[in-house]
């Protein structure tokens, strides 16, 4: 049996089971937050280019485009919609796999369930299902797989068709591993497209949804893939890994819940900044004004951090929401890293841009040993009359281990939401979000 069969069997009867409550809560925790990180998406480049760009695939099919008043076909609006909920990179994180889940594997999802006119239930046992197999499928290629690829345009393709296939063929094994098989000879997504202001990066996520929306259309009328494409001899493990830990990609599969497990961010950025920019603002908290006066920053953290984030001098948003000069130096000044931190009057601030070049970027051995499985950081501040502070974060505000509560979300939600769908619309899709598992998808006011 291939690891495919095992995934699929598990799909299959996820898509028929009861669904575990607490599991379905953390799908519509994870379902909000994706809501929550898409419609300021929207408004911004690359998204408003990709929809231009597909301009003569709009207003065709029951498929939404959110935040554009259209519909197009499933893989269409899947590739618009995930782009879109990478675009502010505000977008959930599963840490193991180093790899945003909810991008790719709820767009490809809600694409599908629009167009088949599915209950808000399969829905979102659709979304159970995709991130699962996608996020030990990831794992088990880290720490290795991310010093070249984007994993959440690799391992994307993998939870959406999961997803998709979940919809168009529930509980139909043989289905769900072709649509599976055939998503992963297109998994793509280099880390090159990461280290400048390219905008391909969010394009990985809706590149992703709309290979496994395809994938599982494809499936569902008979086309087949290679089944032993994850493990085989030159497949996408040895291709995208040095060694593969596959038995751990199947440990408990169905009884404990990756889902459960996820990382909701609070700040603006890259991921890899957030440890640093924690231990910042708790510092700040304490200390107070007695950090206006600072000779110079040390920030210690591991070797993917710096690799990602060690940029002196960004050119712009982009290049800002990777930077941990800026992210620490904006941070400390303002109190916060949002969205407005990457707005122009921002980043040309002159006490954030002074603050930036006094800081210095470490490696800590014990810190770079602990990734993927730790996020850490040290940051150390000395002011100018010689003292020196220091604070340290093991986890980030967000881990599991610090988890957002629902609250925490629905703030979350109606900050990002509100500027662009207006209030009232967004108290009513909040709402109704919560109550996914009860109504159809069809009854959920996403514009």
């Known amino acids: 049996m291939t690891l495919l069969h095992e995934f699929a069997a598990y799909a299959a009867a996820e898509s028929n089971s009861a669904g575990d409550a607490d599991v379905m809560h953390h799908a519509k925790r994870a379902v909000l937050d994706w809501v929550a990180s898409l419609y300021p998406g929207t408004r911004r480049p690359p998204t408003t280019l990709l929809a231009k760009a597909c301009h003569d695939e709009l207003g065709v099919g029951q498929s939404r485009v959110l935040g554009f008043g259209t519909t197009a076909f499933p893989p269409t609006a899947a590739w618009i919609n995930g782009s879109a909920a990478h675009t502010v990179e505000f977008d959930d994180i599963y840490r193991e796999a180093v790899y945003h889940p909810g991008s790719p594997t709820i767009a490809a999802a809600l694409a599908v369930a629009q167009a088949k006119k599915a209950s808000g239930r399969a829905f979102v046992q659709a979304i159970v299902a995709g991130y699962e197999i996608s996020t030990r499928v990831g794992a088990a290629l880290q720490p290795s797989h991310v010093r070249y690829f984007h994993a959440t345009g690799t391992m994307g393709c993998l939870g959406a068709a999961a997803a998709a296939a ?92 990756h889902i459960a497990r996820i990382t909701h961010k ?156 207006g209030h009232d619309q967004a108290r009513r899709l909040r709402e109704q979000i919560w109550q996914l598992d009860s109504i159809d998808v069809a009854e959920v006011a996403f514009v």
């Open 166 to 257: 979940v919809l168009v063929a529930r509980g139909d094994a043989e289905t769900i591993a072709h649509a599976l098989a055939t998503a992963a000879t297109f998994a793509s997504g280099l880390q090159q497209a990461l280290r400048s202001d390219a905008m391909t990066k969010p394009l990985h996520a809706g590149h992703a949804a709309a290979v496994g929306v395809r994938a599982a259309l494809a499936a569902s009328c008979g086309v087949k893939g290679a089944l032993d494409i994850l493990e085989g001899e030159v497949g996408l493990g040895a291709a995208m890994a040095d060694a593969p830990v596959w038995a751990q990609a199947t440990h408990e599969l169905g009884a404990t819940y």
């Open 266 to 421: 609070v700040h603006a950025c890259c991921g890899h900044l957030f440890p640093a920019i924690d231990a910042t603002l708790s510092l700040r908290s304490t200390y107070g004004t007695a950090l206006s006066a600072v000779e110079r920053i040390l920030v210690e953290t591991y070797q993917t951090a710096i690799d990602a984030t060690g940029r002196f001098d960004p050119r712009n948003s982009y290049e800002a929401k990777f930077s941990l000069p800026f992210a620490v130096s904006h941070a400390l000044i303002h109190g916060s890293v949002g969205l407005d931190a990457f707005a122009s009057e921002r980043m040309n601030d002159e006490s954030v841009r002074s603050l930036m070049s006094r800081c210095t970027l470490q490696t800590d051995t014990v810190m770079s040993a602990s990734f993927p499985a730790r996020r850490c950081a040290r940051v150390t501040v000395t002011i100018i009359d010689g003292r020196q502070v220091s604070g340290s974060v093991t986890h980030r505000r967000g881990d599991p281990e610090s988890p957002l509560s629902d609250d925490d979300l629905n703030r979350k939600f109606d900050a990002l939401c509100t500027p662009v769908v």
